[in-house]
């Protein structure tokens, strides 16, 4: 499963601009990778996973602003279209399940 966080955060104070640069690092700090700006996903293996997941980015929201969290399937993300301009982009493919030995 994968996990989208997106977040339209207020910035005009300086202790929101804090705020929100603070919030953008704990989503890189927890594994979340920056697909836009204000979005940011991760790969989870369960829905247990995202749960927790989902529990940690609720302990770091900041004050004001939206954040919405959006889970979907890996067969969802690989039907994603992506464009750099007016050229469309290769499709990602999910990353392979670990192995347990």
């Known amino acids: ?15 929101e ?3 929100a640069t603070a919030f953008r690092n704990t989503l890189l700090d927890m594994g979340f ?3 836009q700006f204000s979005v940011y996903m991760r790969f989870c293996s369960s829905q247990g996973e995202v749960d927790t997941y989902s529990k940690r980015v609720e302990a770091a ?4 602003g939206k954040v919405n969290i ?7 993300y690989e039907r994603i279209q ?4 007016r050229n469309r982009q290769t499709p990602q493919k999910a990353p392979d399940q670990y192995d347990l030995f």
């Open 1 to 15: 499963m994968w996990m989208t966080v997106m977040f339209d955060l207020p910035v005009v104070e300086k202790a």
């Open 17 to 19: 601009q804090k705020a």
């Open 33 to 35: 990778e920056m697909a």
């Open 61 to 64: 929201l900041p004050e004001g």
């Open 70 to 76: 959006l889970t979907f399937t890996d067969r969802q």
């Open 82 to 85: 992506t464009f750099h301009g």
